[in-house]
DNA sequence: ATGAAAGCGCTAACAC
DNA sequence: GTGTTAGCGCTTTCAT
């Protein structure tokens, strides 16, 4: 039937020539334009069907300045957190009936190369930056292209975010260990400079404010203040500082905290091993709270807050869309709210216990 | 500098007229055509460069008939298996210099509108089918249209596929128990339809065949053969198979195993916890082998059957960039090896423990 | 070696 | 309403 041309797909010049029509009217019933007589629609459709004919994407894309594509760059799976990231990216990108384009960024030449390439040569029609600081210099560029851009984990004055709320996940975490009757708290987080540790220490601090507990001296372990050879991974986050930084609460005797807030499940985990080996339980000696809620966390009952990363996700997209449609729509920085996620480390006192 | 038009991205036609020189030299330095002299390509480069420009990705693929992209289309993260799988793809993909676009699928309805999607809009110059068992009349389709696809984890005789060697991984997994001196031996695994299951299962027997050993009544559990409520995930792999199969060996009093070859970690995390309601030992009273490696795997010190996912996924992006450089490269099925992750749940004889 | 011109498949402005 | 035509930004003959 398609002749010598069979194996090629058709165009919309075949489809306009079985249909007796022009291509303008092809296009037209294509894009659904306003004023097409139902007849012939119908007969184009038809013809549209019997060929099977789809229009080719790169064509539309150069000739209406428009991709139907968004980019976007993010470090590359620092476990569940990007993993649910992703996921919800996908989902309500497809939904949107986009494509998404993932460059996956491991140094920060790759950064300048994928922006540039999406920037320039890639003309997505909107690109989402994943936990990755973004220049003065890009920012400058994606104005002046006006190229709709959301921050997803990171921030910048200029163009809209989502971030985590750590400061009130943290609150929330230690008022759980509050409202269970814990006095002594102590506090392991990550290094001083990294940004969620200090909010995290501010959530901290708050909760204690409020509740009229002050934090005695050596209660608060940051990781930099720790010796051992991988101290300085991931901002201190790591399972050795764990588990040094509990090795040396359990050396404080008479004020041995009988809660402690872990500001990363990852921390956590180092912190009941240093536990264990002391033969020490949880949360009968010690009640813990993470931060995260890693895999591992329901594994061990580890009682942690959870970040929303799928709905992050899903949110950052629906906020790309509508840039993408109104470009003049104001700037919005939204912080999502984390969920206190109960399991088995801090125990029962008041509490109802949610098991998973 | 560039006048009104200074926001947006330069053509090719500027560049040109600023080098003094026709389109089509500007082309060709592009793509470092054969003859070009040398001064006007320094010159046309020097234009390039100090315009900052690009080619527009979708002016190109439109006249070249290419987009330098390749789609993946997978069922979405279950897991680290997924992820690394992922991570593979990504990598070599950027390396080629190609653009992937991400499609997931979560339901069959989706498969097919990718798929299509894929297919006709020439979006893309290959892909990458991942998991999904592949449609004859999509199979004729893909071959009908030329367009290179790869099978990831999934096979057809018309197509290149990269399938993990199941049978090798499990014949490795129970020669390792065997070496280890035990003589009495069980497996647990997934559904009997399920192809992974049946082929570790092949592979169990041929370790058992070679060392003289026979399987008595009773020490082979498929999840089809159990009863609970989500028996039918998964295939069959999931936690709550692996503890009902191991209640069920546990009631095997005289013929009690004293090793088993679990067919997925989950399950043997399930199959631990059984034992762990029993008050028995991993592995003083019974040792265990799993198949996967998750995450959760090194955290329990479970030994298992490692699915290398990332290479995987590198070598089939590999094989995908070769077929479309060359279409007629011959058919390729690999069969990827697996390894064995010795820790400690199979206890040390005469071998020594790789600790990680 | 290089400029001119004809597409690639589509959208959109312009006629009628 | 619908056909015609001029681009979209590039590659690629075809001349020269």
Redesign the interface.
Known sequence: MTGLLG?M?ATIYEVAQKAGVGIGTVSRVLNNSSQISPQTRARVLQVIDKL????????Q??ARKK?L?IAALMP??TGHFY?EL??GI??AT?RHKY??????IEDLHDKDFYL??A?????VDGVLLVSLPLSDAYAKEFQ???LPLVLVDTSHADFDSFTVNNQSGAHAAVQHLIRLGHKRLAMITGHRESKPAQLRYTGFRRALAEAGIKLPEGLLISSDTLSGESITLNDGFNKETGYRAMQKLLQLNGIRPTAVFVASDIQALGAMQAMQESGLRVPEDMALVGFDDI??AE?VGLTTIKQPMFQMGQRAVERLMALINDPNSPRQHRRIETELIIRDSCGAKKEIKHKH
């Open positions: 194996s797909p099977n004919y789809q229009p080719h994407a790169m064509a894309g150069l991709s594509t590359f799976f993993v992703l996921k996908q989902q497809a494509d998404l384009i993932l460059y996956s540039k390439r920037l320039q040569q890639r003309r002046r292209r006006k895999e591992l594994y």
